[in-house]
C-alpha cells in the first residue's frame, strides 16, 4: 500500500496520497477514506462489488472513485478496505472492491465526509515515475 496524509484545511479536512503505480493511489486513497471514516477494526467483513468509474483525468477519477463511496456508505452502510483486479480505459477504470458492514453504535464513528470537492483537487503521475494524489473533504 501507499502512503497518504491527512491535512486541515478551513472548515474542511484532505488527504494527500502516493501510490507506486495508478492502482496503488487509487486503492490507498479508498483505504484512507475508510481509516478517516471509522476504526476498521470495528466493522466486520461484509461483501465485495465491482466498482466502475466512467470519466477522464486522473483527477476526476479519483474524485468520483472517492464520490462513489460516500453513495455507497449512505445507502449500504459499507466502507471499502481492500480492492483487486483494476482495469484501465482511456474513459475510466473498474475494480473490484471488499467493504465492510458500518453498524450504528458498534462501529466507532470518526469523521463524517459529506463530499469530496474539486477545491485543490490534484491527481499526476510525477518525474520520479510516483503517482501522487490531492482531495479535500467536505465534513
Known amino acids: 500500500m501507499g502512503e497518504w ?3 486541515d484545511t ?15 493511489l487509487f ?21 465485495s462489488r465491482r466498482i466502475k468509474i466512467d470519466s477522464r483525468g486522473l483527477d476526476i477519477q479519483l474524485h468520483d472513485f472517492l464520490s462513489e463511496f460516500i453513495y455507497i456508505l449512505e ?8 480492492f483487486h483486479t483494476f482495469e484501465h480505459r482511456a474513459d475510466g477504470f473498474s475494480c ?8 450504528e453504535g458498534i462501529s466507532e ?12 483537487l490534484e491527481a499526476e503521475r510525477r518525474e520520479d515515475g510516483v503517482y501522487y494524489g490531492k482531495v479535500v473533504f467536505d465534513i
Open 109 to 120: 464513528s470518526r469523521t463524517e465526509i459529506k463530499a469530496v470537492t474539486y477545491h485543490m
Open 96 to 103: 473490484t472492491a471488499v467493504f465492510c458492514k458500518w453498524i
Open 27 to 47: 486503492a490507498t486513497a479508498g483505504k484512507a477514506f475508510t481509516i478517516m471514516t471509522t476504526n476498521p477494526d470495528t466493522i466486520r467483513l461484509d461483501c
Open 5 to 7: 496524509r491527512e491535512f
Open 75 to 82: 445507502t449500504d452502510d459499507l466502507l471499502p478496505i481492500d
Open 10 to 24: 478551513t472548515a474542511d479536512t484532505g488527504i494527500e496520497v502516493w501510490g507506486n503505480d495508478i492502482n496503488d
